[in-house]
């Protein structure tokens, strides 16, 4: 991205007794042929550097600029070069959080016996505290004040301090890499390596001694040990390093961070997951950091951020490090992302590469729609034109329709056809081809915040159904604007051939008409076109009425038969009155779709209804066991309801009695009490009550809402009735009749 004024530095750091240089410099694109702004953070021998965000600027100093917010959710990422030879380039850089009072001076520094603070260079990194102190405090005191950093560390700093006759021969710390483990032969922190800390805090810096020297190692957190940073072929020289952070919850200070390293090649393509370096290892998990460490003021919230660098670490050679910053939030914050979905199956298809267990699969010919979305969520400038380059997966037709359109763009206000002049190929020196779409997007900002791009294709493997399954593998997708850049990659999934596919045949009554308050059945037979067994004993089954989204239900076959009749019935009440289009299709494991049958469904208004709404479950509430006679109430909610519409009804009910678990009868059973008259439910039919009068108009009768406590059924128990836990069933008889 282009750094305009986004960034400021130090021209030196002055100490107590001594100024060092900043040996930051910024390349502008073009100065020396570099296509971008470089930051050069060193190219030599004993060099200190640092460049931060700038967090205002002079004509709006009360305007926040290019800061850290601790408040919200933010995503860095660059591209660095840590030098050409791996087992001598110094010392490497650090990505730091910083609320020092010192603001861009800040930077690390040797704090002696006298108490004389003066610029180091060497293993600090520019942001650790530096060699010369005599406690852990003095090096705390040295470090960069409260802040976070995570180093790139390029040399691995394991020597300790030697003398002879009292005479100290190494008087330089050079041992924040040392501490080893156990069996004192093994490192803690190996190789080039990358890792986290508070640079602030005494108890990250291990005191050592001896009768002459005082020495420290330092506390890592989260290591990604032997990473390969410098020495490398021109195509791997610059690393890509993403950073994202997610503030404290409402009332916590603890915030979280996750943090990759190499996850893109040199051209910008996305590298496979599992070749991530990257902390925390498992996906969707983060570190915990405390931002108590920052001491912010009360009510702050914005601090500053950047880099840091030095080398001069001994048997380290001069060493260039450098920068290209990608991705700013405080500048342009963009989110992206990419998805694919298969129209033919009605789902979406996860990115096998980072859901290695998902269902990836699509069949050959089935539509697939491949999306790219953009979305500006914040920022001190809009993008800028933004030129974009969609490599297309292989495997995947992607011929334009009848009026040449292969997709579409989607803005806040309106949509925009791609047509096949926007798609392309190139060879490459090895003849292969790539396909591609380039689109030029128009800048994103507030105004314009979001972009959806869509890509229309055919699963295509051929037309030989003995192929195997083809793995598709992510394809490139780079955007390139002023103020961003980013890169994503398409899905990866599999196209299975298509041995078979499903046919349904409807029945001969495909149109029917049903009052509202019965049902309907749809018969047909479902098959594979070509004889193939069922293997398994079920299908899904898709239903949609009137055209809308597909419900997905099961269809019960039989494995290894090669046809099945269905018969699926439906409630009329669950479509509105009129005519209705009820679709059925199948699809099986593989995903494989049958063709639709449409049945034609006219719902009409009853001329009669007599339904009774009742509970599989009553309850009557729990009593001590009493030597007395006496009735239980009714618990809990009783549903005893009857819809009748040009009908008459009554209702009688019985029971066969309560019994235990152990089928042992209960001393006593139901009764209905109406008008201080009970009359036992047992083997008994009672008239619990009736409409005896014919009305052309829904209606429902509550009845047990009607009931009071001492009213309705309840049981009645005989004196000394064992304890237990007692079980029976009502029936119910519902008649379009009256009966006294």
Known sequence: MNLENYFESPREYKGSSKTMPNSMVILKKGVVGNQSDIVQMTNGTNQLASIWGRTATADAPDTPYNYFDVTKEQEFSAWMYFGDDEARSADGMAFVIQNDDAGIDAISKTVDSTGKKNPQTGETIGVWGGWGALSSDDMAAGAIQNSFALEFDTHHNDSIPKSVFGVSLLSRDNYFDGSKMLNNHTFVNKGQHMAWNYPALPNMYIHNWDLINVWFDMEHKDTIHNLTLSGNSIDEAWHHFYFKYVPPSAGSTIAHISYVFDDKNYDGSIRSFNEWNRRPRKKGTY????????????????????????????????????????????????????????????????????????????????????????????????????????????????????????????????????????????????????????????????????????????????????????????????????????????????????????????????????????????????????????????????????????????????????KEEYDIVRKASSLELGDHTVTLYVSDAKHRFSNKVTYDVTVEKDTSVLKLESSPNYKFQSINQSPEAGVVHRSGDWVLKVESLNSVWSLKAKTSGLVDDKNNPLAGGLIFRKDGKDNPLKDNQVLLDKDDKLINEDKVFDIAGHWQKDSGILLKIRSNASSGSYKGTISWTLTNSIDS
């Open 287 to 562: 570190i915990d950091i405390d931002t108590k460490n920052f001491n912010l003021k009360p009510g702050q919230k914005r601090i500053r951020w950047g880099f840091t660098s030095s080398t001069g670490s001994p048997d380290t050679k001069a060493t260039t490090n450098a920068i290209i910053f990608e991705s700013i939030p405080a500048i342009a914050s963009i989110n992206i992302n990419s998805s694919l979905y298969d129209v033919t199956q009605e789902r979406g298809i996860l990115d096998f590469d980072q859901n290695n267990q998902a269902d990836v699969n699509v069949n050959n010919g089935d539509k697939l729609e491949f999306n790219y979305g953009l979305n500006y969520t914040s920022g001190l400038a809009e993008s800028g034109q933004i030129d974009t380059r969609i490599n297309l997966p292989s495997h995947v037709d992607f011929t334009p329709d009848d009026a040449g359109i292969i997709g579409k763009i989607t803005y806040q206000d309106k949509s925009v056809d791609i047509t096949k002049d926007e798609l392309t190929q190139e060879a490459d020196s090895k003849g292969n081809i790539t396909r591609f779409v380039k689109l030029k997007l128009p800048s994103l900002g507030y105004d314009n915040n979001n972009v959806q791009i869509q890509l229309n294709g055919k699963a295509d493997i051929g037309s030989n159904v003995s192929s195997k399954v083809t793995n598709v593998d992510q394809a490139h997708t780079s955007f390139v604007s002023p103020h961003y850049t980013g890169d994503l990659m398409s899905p990866q999934f599999s196209i299975n051939p298509v041995e078979d596919t499903l046919k349904m045949t409807e029945g001969i009554t495909p149109k029917m008409a049903i009052q509202h308050s019965q049902s309907f059945e749809m018969q047909g037979t479902v098959e594979y076109q070509k004889g193939s067994l069922f293997n398994c004993n079920k299908l899904d089954l898709h239903t949609s009425i009137d055209g809308g989204t597909s419900e997905v239900t099961e269809l019960p076959v039989t494995k290894d038969k090669n």
